[in-house]
Every structure is written in C-alpha cells, then in structure tokens.
C-alpha cells in the first residue's frame, strides 16, 4: 500500500522561506516522477515542481527561480525548499507521482503579506 506524508508547512511571512517534505512507503521515488502540487482554495489542484525518475527536473513558472525539488534516494524522501514566498503561494501542498496514488492530507503553507 502506497503512503505519501507531507510535512513542514506553516505560516510565514513574504518573503520567507520554508522546505517541505515527503516521505514515501510502497514506492520508491527514484523510480517514479515526483511532483509537488498545490491546491489554493477554490482553486484547482496544479503541479507545482517535479522531478523525474531520470533526475530531470521542472518547475510551474510561477515559482521559477525560488522553489527547488530534491530526493533523497536513501530517505526514500522528497523535498521542496521554498524561497522568497508570496502570498499567492498560500495553498495545501501535496506530493505524487501524477496523481497516480492516493492522495495524502498535504501540509498548509500560508504567507502572510
């Protein structure tokens, strides 16, 4: 059975930074292309950075040039360090590969301006 865990959220200021991270049973994430999604209220669920299991990486040009995805293939973990932080980056962030698991209950990243 494939779990995903999602940890390291909080409030934070503009400007901030925060990390993130993931920690997978029943999967290996260097094996699978990991991403992390966001989903503001009201809005729809969008993918946010990934990471394949080539190691080629992506990034929503929204956060382009401030967040940054990682694994840990020992860890089995991902990462996601979030720098100089919105308010528009105020969303549950999730990880999967896809969404071909089940989703987990994502961790809330609120910026205050």
């Known amino acids: 059975q494939v779990q995903l865990v999602e940890s390291g959220g909080g409030l934070v200021q503009a400007g901030g930074s925060l990390r993130l991270s993931c920690v997978a049973s029943g999967i290996i994430v260097r094996f699978n292309d990991m991403g992390w999604y966001r989903q503001a209220q009201g809005k729809q669920r969008e993918l946010v950075a990934e990471i394949t299991g080539g190691a080629t990486i992506k990034y929503a040009d929204s956060v382009k040039g401030r967040f940054t995805i990682s694994r840990d293939n020992v860890k089995n973990m991902v990462y996601l360090q979030m720098n100089s932080l919105k308010p528009e980056d105020t969303a549950v962030y999730y990880c999967?590969?896809?969404?071909?698991?089940?989703w987990g209950q994502g961790t809330q990243v609120t910026v205050s301006s």
């Open positions: 999967n590969s896809k969404g071909f698991y089940s």
